[in-house]
């Protein structure tokens, strides 16, 4: 293959992604704060892909163009497509072996609660995790592009040490968010359980220069959930929050219900 | 708001979508099968939206197309965007209430196991869950444009009058999956898990008139599960699969791993 880089067996190798794309500040924070712990390899998005869920390319094809912006690193490419056909192509095409973890971030604006479904940078470290990978997406609480990170590079090398040295039988997938504040704020580190929220959605209509209506998606987050062990209250408290993540979406509790009351079969 | 429809109080009122487009042999199917049950409005994608996941749509507005091309029903539009998009659109912006029920398909290819994760079909589901509404998303497992949906048509009807006669309190969310069997093959219906399964990636390399190398995501589907209650089981012993869905990602095993062996706090 074209791209295929070797990486040193000896050495974890990192797999690096976001859903800003390539060029954006949180993805080069995150390199910084990991590279003296393993062999870096970037495959991050060329454009925003921001809100883009789950999403794979399956009507274009993909391009991979090598881009030489980080130091100290072992290879790094903009992929042409979403953050998850990021870590698919990472895997196949790029990569001589499966990587010790892959990264995701550092996003800017917070992934918490219901986000995780919506969220490239989270739905890329979920990717990572089908495919058992240990996987990390972090994001901090702040939109802006030139967010302050430096709370966020102690959090991300803190718990990327960790897991990379208490390797476990089931890979584990962490959605980590970060609260905006100052390093000397922080409360600490808390496993939560994602939060019981959701967006009010809000469509702005607007008529554009030919008369013809179209519409921008904006909405609120409401959290509805006033419990103390979600990622919500965590961040809100100053601490980090940190929930584990799956990828068995079935109800188990619903099944019993389904099976007692309906009757399908008869 | 520009397509405000009104719905009559005294009949269900039925929001149908898709990842096919509003063009697709099976959203007609869809309509056909459940417009004698309530009053029907369809938004779905004006373009086909396979594998586009839980995406939204940030950095474009949507437009909506009135698209009359469907008898019996109150209203029909074309949206611009994702699955997604059609359902949060349907509801800001041309409901005039909470829909009593959302169906999602007749999807064009089967969307068992992992793939709930990757579809258009089940993410505008699992949106309208996320809303509080009762929701299914139904796939059968043909890719043909042509596919024959007779079959298909009464599980539909049957799953979407049950759901409508008996409202849970918690509403249900549902993942259907129809076998490409005829109708006196069908063994009955299965209340299952989802399947541990995963794509195995080969991306296909191929080198453009410009001398460029671009990648076609393919692969193979590899069930890793052969336990009997699984939707993969189901669909390959005749029976047509139901997973009651949820979107809380939470890994509640791993937060006990966590709080026990990691030390963050330290």
Known sequence: MAHKIKSNPNRPLILITND?????????????????????????PSLP?????????????????????????????ACSGTPVDSVKIARDVVLDRKPDIC???????????????????????????????????FSLSD???????????EVVAKITKEMLENP???????????????????????ICRQAVAKWEEEFEQRTDPRGSIYYWLTGKFKNY?????????????????????QFDLTNYKAMDVLNNNWHLND
Do not use: C
């Open 225 to 245: 959930d006033h419990q103390t062990d979600t990622d919500e209250w965590a961040l809100a408290n100053g601490y980090v929050s940190i929930v584990p993540v």
């Open 49 to 77: 892909q921001s809100g883009m869920g789950h999403a794979v390319t399956l009507h274009e094809p993909l391009r991979l163009t090598e881009i030489k912006r980080f130091e100290g690193i072992l290879a790094s490419y």
């Open 168 to 190: 476990q039988k089931m890979p584990i997938l962490l959605n980590v968010n970060i609260p905006n504040i100052k390093k000397e704020e922080l409360k600490g580190y808390k």
């Open 143 to 153: 939109h802006i592009a030139d967010a302050d990170f430096e709370l966020s590079a």
């Open 103 to 137: 990264l995701s971030g550092i996003n800017h604006g917070s992934n918490s609660s219901i986000n995780v479904i919506y969220s490239g940078t989270m739905s890329a470290a979920v990717e990572a995790g089908i495919e058992a990978i240990p996987s990390v997406g």
């Open 20 to 44: 800003d794309s390539i060029y954006s500040k949180g993805i080069r924070s995150l390199i910084d704060a990991v590279k003296h712990l393993g062999d870096v390899v970037v495959i991050a």
